[in-house]
Nanobody, 126 residues
Framework: QVQLVESGGGLVQIGGSLKLSCTGS????????MGWFRQALGKEREFVAS??????????IYSDSVKGRFTISRDTAKNTVYLQMNSLKSEDTAVYFC?????????????????WGQGTQVTVSS
């Protein structure tokens, strides 16, 4: 059974940092691009970051709202993708989901991903 499981969420103060992890099981995702999305209460799910498959170059893309603060990375040997979140703001509060797509290239489009994790809650508070 193919699964993506997120971890690392929690409560953090404004300006703090958190590192989310997403570990895959059931198959390797080394040949697949991965992405992080988030959904705040009462809002639609939105793109956060994406990283391409394990190829030289390590192409990444970010939403404008997190660019310069968040970093996506992956460890192919651990079948895990990470999201390092720094300088957190109250508006970063959301459930964060990881996802994978069938192709090697990045995408900001939710419909381009076909396996999703269950999400992990991140709450940024003063």
């Amino acid at each position: 059974q193919v699964q993506l499981v997120e971890s690392g969420g929690g409560l953090v103060q404004i300006g703090g940092s958190l590192k989310l992890s997403c570990t895959g099981s059931g198959r390797s995702f080394a040949g697949n691009a991965m992405g992080w999305f988030r959904q705040a209460l009462g809002k639609e799910r939105e793109f956060v970051a994406s990283i391409n498959a394990n190829q030289p170059g390590g192409t990444t893309i970010y939403s404008d709202s997190v660019k310069g603060r968040f970093t996506i990375s992956r460890d192919t040997a651990k079948n895990t993708v990470y999201l390092q979140m720094n300088s957190l703001k109250s508006e970063d509060t959301a459930v964060y989901f990881c996802a994978t797509r069938q192709y090697i290239g990045t995408s900001p489009n939710e419909g381009a991903y076909y396996y999703w994790g269950q999400g992990t809650q991140v709450t940024v508070s003063s």
